[in-house]
């Protein structure tokens, strides 16, 4: 037998027991038994059974009753076989709605049986087969705009749709420049309640302060020279809706002051206006700077901080989600394909080997700009190594270390002279470190192996600013 499952038999009748025990050892399955559904249970509960026989009349609980129970608990396995009286069909049909994958009728031969179970031994090990099989292809997986298949990444996609629940509570996004902070905003709007109003963002280091407030607050004709009518903040048009303050970090304190009025009373009050203004809106920010250390510096107020930071979600950089870079760049060469009339159909694995390994400093955003010039730029059917930029290139692991020398001097277009004293200072610094690092740091030494007098080994040091002290055991 390919597959060897374990048996259970639950049935009243010893003689039956008996003879499915004697008759499926003889075969080589393994078989256990039980009088009661009691019985059988206690074993279901410390032991992995893969194939239940179960008689439908027992004393105490009935064998309905016990395949409920299993079912409550798993509804795949065990595979169920209920064993039933001769023309009982509606008890059947009973048992295989409440879970019972197969059914045989008393009195019943070995052999009847017996093909059964080996139906059934087919049916769990195609599962298996299944199971491992789903358990090695990549979850994929998206929230609004976003995608992702990384663990870090599914786990904030679970925070956002938990807290686009809670309408009104305040939400502080961090993560570096480039990891899609208004994006996470964006989708926490729209699978809110608040979907269907306005969604209004704005950049809090674009604007100049004196600007910052007016755009915010909005103003009433003749608050200030230029305040020639009334007109409406950004406050005011997201009312019922969510508004998001991109690079919070950045905004002044005076105003961070009146931010923190907003978000304690609910309501605003124009420039010049001499009356508060109730509104109904949910308040997202985001920043890439260290607010703590902002509170510390005093350069961001730490009342406002608590109020931002009710829900705190961090976005991971792209380097600690690399399972998600092919997959975001799948998704780039998709939509630039479009935009760009192009039929690039993916990338080769090397490509993908490559940026993968790159560590995208500007995350998201330097990845997007990369496949989009790429689409731009290349004529090609896939996108394979020599279509990528040199300084991702690089990073191709398979790449020994001549072959990113050289690919250094390409990018650098150096004369040969100037290339020739680019190799030999590389050799000598990483001929005279290893010297140094063998003999710990001791310079008379490194001279002898080196066969170069001790004068000429300390010249080449001090023009490369190679310190020996810097080798040795502290």
């Known amino acids: 037998m390919e597959f060897e499952p374990s048996i259970l038999l639950i049935d009243d009748e010893e003689n039956i027991r008996k003879f499915l025990t004697r008759s499926f050892t003889k075969k080589g399955y393994k078989i256990k038994t039980a009088p009661t559904a009691e019985d059988g249970w206690s074993i279901l509960s410390k032991e992995k059974i893969d194939i239940l026989i179960l008689d439908i009349n027992l004393p105490g609980m009935s064998g309905i009753d016990l395949l409920q129970k299993i079912r409550e608990v798993d509804e795949k396995s065990p595979f169920i076989v ?9 008890t059947a ?3 295989m709605k409440a879970g019972a994958q197969d059914y045989i009728t008393k009195p019943f031969e070995f052999a009847e049986i017996e093909i059964v179970i080996q139906q059934a031994s087919k049916f769990i090990s195609l599962s298996q087969k299944v199971d491992i099989l789903e358990k090695q292809i990549p979850k994929r997986t998206s929230f609004g705009d976003m995608i992702a298949q990384s663990p870090a990444m599914l786990e904030i996609f679970d925070i956002i749709s938990k807290v686009s629940k809670s309408p009104t509570s305040t939400i502080l996004i ?5 990891t899609g902070k208004e994006l996470a905003a964006r989708a926490i709007h729209q699978s809110s309640n608040r979907s269907k109003k306005p969604y209004i963002a704005i950049n809090c280091t674009t604007i100049q302060e004196t600007l910052l407030e007016s755009e915010l607050f909005g103003h009433e004709k003749g608050s200030f020279t230029d305040a020639k009518e009334r ?7 997201a ?7 991109d690079e919070i970090g950045d905004m002044d304190v005076k105003l961070q002051a009146k931010l923190l009025r907003v978000l304690q009373e609910k309501t605003i009050r124009r420039i010049g206006g001499e009356s508060d203004i109730p509104i109904d809106i949910r308040v997202i920010a985001t920043t890439h700077q260290e607010l703590e250390n902002a509170v510390s510096e005093g350069k961001f107020r730490q009342d406002l901080f608590f109020r931002l930071n009710v829900i705190p979600i961090e976005l991971p950089p792209l380097r600690k989600r690399r399972e998600d870079i092919s997959m975001l760049a799948e998704a780039f060469l998709a939509h630039f394909n479009k935009d760009f009339g192009k039929e690039i159909k993916g990338f080769s694995d090397s490509a993908k080997k490559a940026l993968t390994n790159y560590p995208w400093n500007g995350n998201i955003r330097e990845l997007k700009n990369v ?5 731009l730029i290349e004529s090609c059917e896939e996108i394979d190594v020599h279509n990528i930029p040199k300084n991702i290139l690089a990073y191709l692991g398979e790449m020994n270390s001549n072959q990113k020398f050289l690919l250094s001097l390409d990018e650098d277009n150096l004369s ?12 000598e610094v990483n001929y005279i470190t290893s010297l140094l690092e063998k003999t710990n740091g001791n310079v008379t030494q490194s001279s002898k192996i080196s ?3 001790r004068s000429s080994l300390q010249r080449i040091m001090r023009k490369h600013g190679i310190k020996s002290e810097n080798f040795r055991d502290s």
Request: glycine letters at 12%; a negative charge.
């Open 82 to 90: 209920m064993i039933t009286a001769y023309g009982d069909v509606k």
């Open 93 to 95: 049909v009973t048992a």
């Open 174 to 178: 961090t993560g570096e420049t480039g």
């Open 231 to 237: 007109k409406k903040g950004l406050f005011e048009l």
């Open 239 to 245: 009312n019922g809706g969510t508004i998001l303050l």
């Open 371 to 375: 496949i989009e010039r790429i689409v």
């Open 416 to 427: 040969f002279n100037d290339a020739k004293n680019k190799i030999v200072n590389e050799f």
């Open 451 to 453: 066969q170069t007098d």
